[in-house]
């Protein structure tokens, strides 16, 4: 009954009676906190890894790529799971898995240990990012999808900002071995959260029929208003299209930047910048809780201007220009500081201007795709995008050990990587969804 009532709906728009699609973007939002928890818990580590196994900043640059060599291989697989299994239990077997392997790192012996465990995380990881694209394209409609990809990406600011400080206590009281037991464990426990939790709109006893109508407003339909089955696109198809590769190369430069970010900045503030590991939990604390405030306020904002009337391509065009020219200024800042203070206000401002544009960086891939093939958009977006996660923490490491740029020439490689973000998204146009045939 409530399928035949929706579907009558859709020609007819009304507030939904139930908003239950807000509590599956925070549930998802749950399995990002976690997955990030995880994987940047490395870099709150990294200054005391490096000294306990005496790694060089090659190798420990290495250590940091290695979780995303099979993240980026199995993102479009993941993607195509999603499509075909039901993400409740993809979900539960991968946030439980990561939790597990995460826990286990904290036996390590060396490098080479150490190394194994970062690529099964990477493994388990996998489906993290996919999942809350699958569960936007099919839970929001676009004239909210700004925000509801804001929420989640804001929290792996949020969890940065905590992860970090956590961290550093808990190794300076009890050796960074159970900072990863304390992180692992988290993410084990979540993963029941989760599996209680998730159903897809149309399976959700709680889900009113008019706000399965709503959520399905942007759906396509057959002559019997039934929602169509989204035809299955072919990779080359998608990757021929030049919308698409756009998005993709303004993508890949965010994740670059990113990437920088999380795994290398800890070590950049205690090693060059002479932060005591205490001081490098606040500043980094500080940079990223700045970026979830920006991430959401942008998210809002920006939906509020969609929804006044404002093209969606205008919108796009502002949110990444503003992210990425911002950005280039405040590692500028952090660059040239004489002193902590300006140090901190670079980061932060880099991370803020980062973050008000990662919603918009997320969302184009499901502005382009058609409709119930977000997942699938999204993972091949992110598999190109994770080449700049394997290539940057190890680039980073190799122009501090074995050229005379050291740290401050490869931040000057992450503002030319804002430049080319700049103009990718700038030549790009949002509205029309791709039509691959």
Not at 54 to 72: D, K, N, R
Not at 378 to 398: D, F, R
Not at 420 to 429: D, R, S
Request: proline share 4%.
């Amino acid at each position: 009954m409530k399928e035949q009532l929706a579907t009558q709906m859709t020609t007819s728009i009304v507030k939904p009676a139930t908003n239950y699609r807000w509590l599956m973007v925070f549930l998802s939002t749950g399995v990002f906190m976690a997955s990030f928890m995880d994987r940047v818990n490395v870099a709150a580590a990294a200054p005391f890894l490096m000294k306990t196994f005496e790694l060089t900043s090659v190798q420990m640059g290495t250590l940091m790529s290695a979780f995303f060599w099979p993240y980026m291989l199995l993102q479009a697989p993941s993607g195509w799971l999603m499509h075909h299994v039901r993400p409740r239990f993809v979900v539960f077997w991968s946030c439980f898995g990561w939790g597990l392997t995460t826990v286990l790192t904290g036996l390590a012996q060396g490098f080479n240990s150490f190394l194994a465990l970062r690529v099964a995380l990477g493994i388990t990881e996998a489906p993290a990012l996919p999942i809350n694209s699958h569960l936007i394209s099919v839970w929001i409609p676009k004239r909210e999808r700004t925000l509801a990809t804001a929420i989640p990406d804001s929290a792996a600011r949020f969890i940065n900002a905590i992860t970090v400080p956590l961290c550093v206590w808990i190794i300076t009281h009890w050796g960074w071995q159970i900072s990863f037991v304390v992180t692992g464990g988290i993410a084990m426990a979540y993963s029941f959260v989760w599996l209680w939790g998730y159903r897809d709109p149309d399976q959700h006893p709680k889900v009113s029929a008019s706000e399965l109508a709503y959520i399905r407003q942007d759906a396509e339909t057959d002559a019997a208003g039934n929602v169509k089955k989204a035809a299955k696109v072919p990779m080359l198809k998608m990757l021929s299209n030049i919308r698409y590769d756009l998005a993709c190369l303004g993508y890949w430069q965010y994740i670059y930047i990113w990437t920088v970010y999380i795994m290398w900045i800890p070590s950049y503030l205690v090693k060059f910048k002479g932060f005591t590991p205490t001081a490098m939990g606040e500043a980094t604390m500080i940079a990223f809780f700045a970026g979830t405030f920006f991430e959401v306020a942008g998210g809002y904002y920006c939906d509020k201007w969609l929804q006044s009337g404002a093209s969606l391509t205008t919108v796009r065009r502002f949110g990444t220009g503003i992210a990425y020219t911002v950005t280039a200024i405040g590692i500028y800042v952090t660059v040239t500081a004489a002193d902590n203070t300006m140090t901190v206000f670079g980061l932060a401002l880099g991370m803020s201007a980062l973050s008000f544009g990662a919603s918009h960086f997320w969302a184009v891939a499901n502005d382009l795709a058609p409709y119930g093939q977000g997942g699938s958009f999204s993972g091949l977006q992110n598999t190109i995008g994770q080449t700049a996660a394997i290539i940057a923490p190890i680039l980073t490491g190799y122009m501090i050990d074995k050229t005379s740029l050291g740290f401050n020439g490869a931040l000057y490689l992450v503002i030319l990587s804002c430049a080319i973000g700049v103009i990718a998204y700038a030549l790009n146009t949002y509205e029309k969804k791709i039509e691959i045939e």
